[in-house]
């Protein structure tokens, strides 16, 4: 076909003034992971038993885990929504990205500080495996629910983006994670939580060239 | 660039606001721009230009279907080259057959033996003349007249290791040239 065909074909249907949807896609598709992995958790992890006790607001150590999963959620949102637009420069945003993980190694950095040895769990390396495999679970219906959404945009680079899906999934799952995890210690929070999160990364990283791609 | 984008964003309001004529006139000069990018970035890696066209309209028609993800603060152009990038990109994978990471050795590889063109030889030929004597020498026995590296170093008195680094050198110095 000549290209000046395909032009007076194309002519006929001038586009509508686009309404800035990338934003609303995205933040939709996030919240909707967000349900599914909040329902998963419940139905099948199962809360912690005192989450229904309003005590819980004492309790710091699961505000720092809300407050944690919930920034590397807020922080990945921007990064995907302007990697789903060509053309559109990332700059200060994959920056911000890095803060939650930051803040999260200083307080890692000085609970060791305080107590020499961290409070770990008692039965640590238990809770170690679940947590690395029971997030990217919460998070696998996000990442997928992500891909549906993001491919309907137009992503250009399909390994960036799918790693900072898989960044936005893994804190999902996170956040879902947190209200069953009933070991409360920032050490652990910091290191498997985080450990989990990039797991869910580089698995959006590697599927990322299959899953986005867009015709 | 920056003249051609002022009259792609009148064309494009018009567009908006429901114009046929203006929205074929903006596809046509856009047509225009993304031919001359993908024409350069096809001939960098050594492949056939006549290419190009079938990548013309693949992004026209992405860009057609991908009007939603357009917003304001993005120059029009940067856009629209961002998609027919990603065409290209698409392209190249596919048809290298896994080949994601074309290295600078796959390029001119891909360029001596796909025979694309001789034009293509004769422009390398005039590049090659621009480059210092050192450069030039081993570059032209060993790319253009297919000696080795070691009957290269013979001919010239300079070790292996030497011609190697040149012919990489000038293989460079070319592609910053091709760049410019």
Same mark, same amino acid.
């Given at each position: 076909?000549?290209?000046?065909?395909?032009?007076?074909?194309?002519?006929?249907?001038?586009?509508?003034?686009?309404?800035?949807?990338?934003?609303?896609?995205?933040?939709?598709?996030?919240?909707?992971?967000?349900?599914?992995?909040?329902?998963?958790?419940?139905?099948?992890?199962?809360?912690?038993?005192?989450?229904?006790?309003?005590?819980?607001?004492?309790?710091?150590?699961?505000?720092?885990? !809300?407050?944690?999963?919930?920034?590397?959620? *807020?922080? %990945?949102? $921007?990064?995907?929504?302007? &990697?789903? #637009?060509?053309? =559109? @420069?990332?700059?200060?945003?994959?920056?911000?990205?890095?803060?939650?993980?930051?803040?999260?190694?200083?307080?890692?950095?000085?609970?060791?500080?305080?107590?020499?040895?961290?409070?770990?769990?008692?039965?640590?390396?238990?809770?170690? !495996?679940?947590?690395?495999?029971?997030?990217? *679970?919460? %998070?696998? $219906?996000?990442?997928?629910? &992500?891909? #549906?959404?993001? =491919? @309907?945009?137009?992503?250009?680079?399909?390994?960036?983006?799918?790693?900072?899906?898989?960044?936005?999934?893994?804190?999902?799952?996170?956040?879902?994670?947190?209200?069953?995890?009933?070991?409360?210690?920032?050490?652990?929070?910091?290191?498997?939580?985080?450990?989990?999160?990039?797991?869910?990364?580089?698995?959006?990283?590697?599927?990322?060239?299959?899953?986005?791609?867009?015709? | 660039?920056?003249?051609?984008?002022?009259?792609?964003?009148?064309?494009?309001?018009?567009?908006?606001?429901?114009?046929?004529?203006?929205?074929?006139?903006?596809?046509?000069?856009?047509?225009?721009?993304?031919?001359?990018?993908?024409?350069?970035?096809?001939?960098?890696?050594?492949?056939?230009?006549?290419?190009?066209?079938?990548?013309?309209?693949?992004?026209?028609?992405?860009?057609?279907?991908?009007?939603?993800?357009?917003?304001?603060?993005?120059?029009?152009?940067?856009?629209?080259?961002?998609?027919?990038?990603?065409?290209?990109?698409?392209?190249?994978?596919?048809?290298?057959?896994?080949?994601?990471?074309?290295?600078?050795?796959?390029?001119?590889?891909?360029?001596?033996?796909?025979?694309?063109?001789?034009?293509?030889?004769?422009?390398?030929?005039?590049?090659?003349?621009?480059?210092?004597?050192?450069?030039?020498?081993?570059?032209?026995?060993?790319?253009?007249?297919?000696?080795?590296?070691?009957?290269?170093?013979?001919?010239?008195?300079?070790?292996?290791?030497?011609?190697?680094?040149?012919?990489?050198?000038?293989?460079?110095?070319?592609?910053?040239?091709?760049?410019?």
């Amino acid at each position: 076909m000549d290209t000046d065909d395909l032009i007076a074909d194309l002519g006929h249907h001038p586009p509508r003034k686009p309404s800035r949807p990338a934003s609303v896609i995205v933040a939709a598709a996030a919240l909707a992971s967000l349900v599914v992995a909040l329902m998963l958790s419940v139905l099948w992890l199962k809360p912690r038993p005192d989450l229904a006790v309003p005590l819980i607001v004492d309790n710091h150590v699961f505000l720092l885990k !809300l407050v944690f999963t919930v920034s590397v959620v *807020a922080a %990945a949102l $921007p990064v995907v929504r302007d &990697l789903s #637009i060509p053309g =559109r @420069r990332i700059g200060r945003a994959s920056i911000l990205m890095a803060i939650p993980f930051a803040l999260i190694m200083v307080l890692v950095l000085r609970e060791l500080g305080v107590h020499h040895a961290p409070d770990w769990p008692s039965h640590a390396d238990h809770a170690w !495996l679940e947590c690395l495999w029971q997030i990217p *679970a919460l %998070a696998a $219906p996000a990442l997928i629910i &992500l891909a #549906i959404a993001v =491919r @309907r945009l137009a992503p250009t680079n399909l390994t960036r983006t799918g790693a900072y899906i898989g960044l936005l999934a893994g804190g999902i799952g996170a956040v879902g994670y947190a209200l069953h995890c009933h070991h409360d210690s920032v050490a652990f929070v910091g290191t498997a939580y985080t450990l989990a999160i990039l797991e869910t990364a580089l698995v959006g990283a590697l599927l990322g060239p299959r899953l986005l791609r867009w015709v | 660039m920056t003249n051609s984008e002022h009259k792609l964003n009148v064309l494009l309001q018009r567009s908006f606001d429901g114009d046929h004529a203006a929205y074929r006139e903006f596809l046509k000069l856009l047509s225009e721009i993304l031919r001359a990018y993908l024409r350069r970035q096809l001939f960098r890696v050594g492949r056939a230009e006549h290419d190009a066209e079938d990548l013309v309209q693949e992004a026209l028609l992405a860009i057609h279907a991908r009007w939603h993800t357009f917003e304001r603060d993005v120059p029009v152009t940067a856009w629209a080259r961002a998609i027919a990038r990603y065409k290209l990109i698409d392209f190249l994978r596919k048809s290298t057959n896994g080949a994601r990471n074309l290295s600078l050795d796959d390029i001119e590889e891909t360029a001596v033996t796909d025979g694309t063109a001789i034009d293509d030889a004769l422009s390398v030929v005039k590049l090659v003349a621009v480059l210092p004597e050192k450069l030039r020498r081993s570059l032209k026995l060993v790319r253009l007249n297919g000696l080795s590296t070691k009957e290269a170093a013979a001919a010239t008195g300079m070790s292996e290791a030497a011609i190697k680094v040149n012919v990489h050198r000038g293989v460079k110095a070319i592609a910053r040239e091709l760049k410019k």
